[in-house]
């Protein structure tokens, strides 16, 4: 009996109603996850302007301007956003600079660019090449913050001096260089380096050496039509600056003609 009456008990079913928005739903942990990542982002400009120079954060915003021309003349005019032509100043054209005048987007200023336009005429980036093949063996350039540096050097078995006397293709190499050189009116530079000289050596020559050498070039430059005039420091360094880990390495034998930033040489 007592189990039929256990049958007859009601089952009773409690079902929990859910509430939209109950407790204010999830939605607030969106709105406070994207006022944290604003504040941070907020934080993070804060530490860039404090913490960057002018030219770093001109090269910041150009990251984020657009660099492709959807047509030959950009946007805008002189008004408050100060829009400019791209063939506003012809002469970034013709070094093939894309038409972008006051800087690239990596923060390069006109005056890089008329540097590395040198650069790409030695190497044939925008056409031939002012060396041949092997020449170019012998050749490095880099933009440094003191200028344009025109890097000669020695390979194993073809050397640029015979001591202090410059070799036929140092002759060659400056001459070929040379319409570059005398395409920019600034300063130059010479400074020559010297591999170092084995330890039982009894009269070290590399300081006589390398000045003489680097006095040798700035004597040929006048030969390439480049004035004199316009050579404001000549420089030897001995073996105190190698490129090589070998010190005694060929490869430490080299020359540097640097055209200098910011400075115009006398009439030539």
Known sequence: MADKDDNKRPIIVKRKKVIAGGHHGGAWKVAYADFVTAMMAFFMLMWLLNATTDKQRKGLADYFSPTIAVSRVSGGGEGALGGRSMSADASQVQLGRGGITSSEANGTTVE???????????????????????????????????????????????????????????????????????????????????????????????????????????????????????????????????????????????????????RVAPRR
Do not use: C, Y
Not at 165 to 194: C, D
């Open 112 to 262: 890089d660019a008329e540097l590395m336009a040198v650069e790409a005429a030695i190497f044939g980036k925008g056409g031939d090449s002012l060396l041949d093949e092997e020449m170019l063996r012998h050749v490095s350039v880099r933009l440094s913050d003191e200028g344009l540096v025109i890097e000669f050097f020695d390979l194993p078995s073809s050397p640029l001096f015979e001591g202090v006397a410059p070799t036929p293709l140092l002759r060659k190499l400056i001459r070929s260089v040379g319409g570059q050189l005398r395409a920019r009116p600034n300063a130059i530079a010479i400074a020559s380096f010297i591999a170092a000289e084995p330890v039982v050596t009894r009269r070290p020559q590399v300081w006589r050496m390398s000045n003489g050498r680097a006095d040798a070039v700035r004597r040929l430059l006048p030969v390439a039509g480049v004035s004199d005039a316009r050579v404001v420091r000549v420089t030897g360094h001995a073996d105190r600056r190698p490129v090589a880990s070998d010190p005694l390495s060929s490869r430490n034998n080299r020359i540097e003609i640097i055209i200098l930033r910011d």
